[in-house]
């Protein structure tokens, strides 16, 4: 990158990149202020770390979004729809705990899936409150789609990890970051890269693995019935990011 790029992508971050960071780490706090209410155990500090190390992922995710939007459109504002995400973020941060912690047992046993579906539901909000006040930027859409990849690939580690899926939902949850990386490797080497059709299954296709994460984390009706389905989910989905791997790459 040269040096009249770098102060390009600089500017188009500005102000609003630690007013969103802020934002994100409000609702991790109150995630934690409420945990240590409802969990008699406390959130413990394997728990606080595996949430400090994804906040920081998160707080990667905001920045590299702002950069690629104000580098293509200039600087982005932060709409309402775009602060819904943010809160999204949080709490994808605040569920990212329990990889690094025994989950909660009595009750609060349905937290973990409570954050999950908080983070996932959300996802609905802010694209038909963006559509619904005229305010769909680019930054909002970039930011909700790398969301939506953190929070599929946290669920899937969490799942398989707690044994409610088998261990292929791993390549389920990273299905979309190999995706990229190899797209880029291959423009990298100035191979062609061809543009994917549209695809009703692929735009589905987030939807139906969140809701297999999420029933994979109730603590009803076990990890017998979320195995099955999580394989049954797995292996159309991944036939489906190889069909589209042979279409960029211009094999079909």
């Known amino acids: 990158m040269t ?3 770098r102060s390009s992508s600089a500017g188009t971050v500005g102000g609003p990149f630690p007013w969103t ?14 945990l240590g209410l409802a969990w008699e155990g406390k959130p413990t500090p394997a728990f606080v770390g595996g ?13 590299r979004s ?22 999204r973020a949080g709490l994808v941060a605040a569920f990212a705990g329990f990889l690094f912690t025994e989950p ?29 006040t005229d305010s769909v930027t680019e930054l909002g859409g970039i930011l909700d789609t790398e969301v939506d990849a953190l929070l599929v690939a946290v669920g899937a580690v969490a799942v398989v990890a707690a ?20 797209t880029r490797w291959r423009r990298h080497r100035g191979l062609a890269v061809a543009d994917l059709a549209p695809s009703q299954f692929r735009r ?39 069909w589209d791997w042979l279409s960029v790459s211009g094999r079909v």
């Open 204 to 242: 589905a296709t987030g939807a139906v693995i969140m809701s297999t994460v999420f029933l994979a984390l109730l603590p009803v009706p076990g990890p017998e019935l979320s195995r099955t389905i999580a394989w049954l989910v797995s292996v159309p989905v991944l036939a489906h990011f190889l």
């Open 104 to 132: 909660p047992g009595g009750s609060a046993a349905w937290v973990p899936a409570g954050l999950f579906a908080g983070a996932a539901l959300l996802d609905a909000v802010d694209g038909a409150l963006a559509r619904r």
């Open 21 to 34: 960071v802020a934002g994100a780490g409000t609702v991790v706090t109150v995630a934690l202020v409420a």
């Open 163 to 182: 044994d409610a899926a088998p261990l292929v939902f791993l390549a389920v949850g990273v299905a979309r970051y190999a995706f990229v990386a190899a």
């Open 66 to 87: 702002m950069v690629r939007a104000g580098t293509a459109h200039g600087r982005q504002p932060i709409t309402a729809a775009t602060w819904v995400t943010v809160v």
């Open 51 to 63: 949430v400090a190390v994804v906040f920081l992922a998160v707080t990667a995710v905001i920045h």
């Open 3 to 5: 040096e009249t790029s």
